[in-house]
């Protein structure tokens, strides 16, 4: 391994580093809104295929809508499609509804919440975290 791919390789350890120290920070001010403590979990948003949060938490459940055709949603420890473990499946039919609480401890993910969705339909609706 010559010099420069030394030095990539620590530039990558560093942003990744930073990307995590980041995501820390995030969630400690994500406990706060318009100057009030949050007590309660976070609601995301559960529409499209994307990521949903950087970094660590909880997944503490769902409540969602299937519309415009089914849809089947894997909620995944991870950054990008297809990466990452498989925490959760919301798997609806077109007008099915479904609200999951998981408890004051859900399940933990390190890496981030993303929702890897396929199907005809979308989902409207809100995933909770902490």
């Known amino acids: 391994m010559g010099i420069s791919d030394k030095i990539s390789e620590r530039i990558a350890d560093a942003l990744l580093e930073v990307e995590k120290h980041t995501?820390?920070?995030?969630?400690?001010?994500?406990?706060?809104?318009?100057?009030?403590?949050?007590?309660?979990?976070?609601?995301?948003n559960a529409a499209d295929h994307a990521r949903r949060w950087g970094g660590s938490g909880r997944l503490l459940g769902w409540s969602v809508k299937a519309t415009g055709g089914a849809v089947q949603t894997l909620i995944r420890d991870g950054r990008?499609?297809?990466?990452?473990?498989?925490?959760?499946?919301?798997?609806?039919?077109?007008g099915e509804s479904e609200t999951i609480p998981l408890g004051p401890d859900g399940i933990s993910f390190g890496e981030g919440l993303y929702l890897d969705k396929t199907g005809a339909g979308s989902l409207i609706g809100a995933v909770w975290i902490e």
């Not at 990008?80 to 498989?86: F, L």
């Open 23 to 44: 995501a820390e920070v995030a969630v400690g001010l994500a406990k706060w809104r318009n100057g009030q403590m949050l007590t309660g979990a976070r609601a995301l």
């Open 80 to 94: 990008a499609s297809g990466d990452g473990d498989i925490i959760a499946i919301i798997d609806l039919v077109d």
